[in-house]
């Protein structure tokens, strides 16, 4: 299974953080709003793997199992096949109780990283998700964000911030985006399909040629669109990684 999806474009999303974080939970909120013919995809995946859709494009995200402090080495050996979907995925989003006091709310947070570091996830993009803020008053939700620049506040039990979260994961995956115009001639229609589920929105103008669409690619699926690519479409590769 996590072969069949490192082969396909659509931008996985790890729910990682210690346990009692809210993980379970964030996983339904994101997903609850996904489409019928969205689970029908992905029915055979892992039952902890569920899809949603935002801004015209399709997210999978995988909840994992809770992260302790001062985890066994054999238990971490133990779970190597589940905290190996935390390694496959293109982004990790660390959930936080933010409602647990700061003091061990920092020892968790290590905690997690440590783990993810141990298995080799310590590179990833990470976002971090503060969790419960509706178990916060109005001057501890003010001091959660402070010169955190990668997190956002959530509750995943009323909803609040869930959308902005969903901008957040939109945007990390944004900036591994290519803009492309292609022309793809009608007799390869799937491929015109298959464009549709990993570029998301995209412009299509018919003309006698085929159908000319300007999308923006995932930079690792260019080659399998490349013989479409229409001449001096391409942008210049130079700064994208200075984008940040
Ligand atoms: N008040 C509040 N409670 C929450 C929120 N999110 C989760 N919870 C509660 O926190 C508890 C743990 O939530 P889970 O989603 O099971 O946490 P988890 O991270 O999946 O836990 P493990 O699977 O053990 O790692 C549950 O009782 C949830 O109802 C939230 O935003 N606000
Ligand atoms: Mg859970």
Redesign the pocket.
């Known amino acids: 299974m996590r072969a069949q999806r490192a082969g396909s474009a659509i931008p996985s999303v790890a729910?990682a953080?210690?346990?009692?974080?809210?993980?379970?939970?964030?996983?339904?909120?994101l997903t609850d709003a996904a489409v019928g013919v969205g689970e029908r995809l992905f029915h055979t995946l892992d039952p902890t793997t569920r899809a949603y859709e935002h801004g015209g494009r399709r997210y999978l995200v995988t909840?994992?199992?809770?992260?302790i402090r001062k985890l066994p080495h054999q238990l971490v050996e133990a779970f190597k096949a589940t905290l190996e979907e935390t390694v496959q995925a293109d982004l990790v989003v660390h959930?936080v109780?933010a409602?647990e006091p700061e003091a061990g709310r920092v020892e968790s947070m290590a905690a997690v990283d440590s783990v993810l570091e141990e298995i080799g996830a310590g590179d990833k993009p990470r976002l971090v998700a503060y969790?419960?803020?509706?178990?916060l008053d109005a001057d501890q939700r003010r001091d959660l964000l402070v010169g955190e620049a990668d997190a956002v506040a959530?509750?995943?039990?009323?909803g609040?911030g869930i959308e902005g979260l969903r901008d957040r994961i939109e945007a990390a995956f944004a900036e591994t985006l290519r803009p492309v115009e292609l022309l793809v001639p009608y007799a390869e229609g799937s491929r015109l399909s298959e464009l549709h589920d990993v570029a998301g929105d995209l412009e299509r103008e018919d003309t006698p040629d085929g159908v000319l669409v300007k999308a923006r690619l995932p930079a690792g699926l260019m080659h399998r669109w490349e013989r479409f690519e229409v001449n001096g479409a391409r942008p210049a590769q130079s700064s994208d990684d200075d984008a940040a």
């Open positions: 729910l953080g210690y346990t009692n974080a809210g993980k379970s939970t964030l996983l339904n909120a909840d994992t199992v809770g992260f959930v109780d409602s969790n419960k803020i509706d178990l959530i509750s995943a039990e009323t609040e």
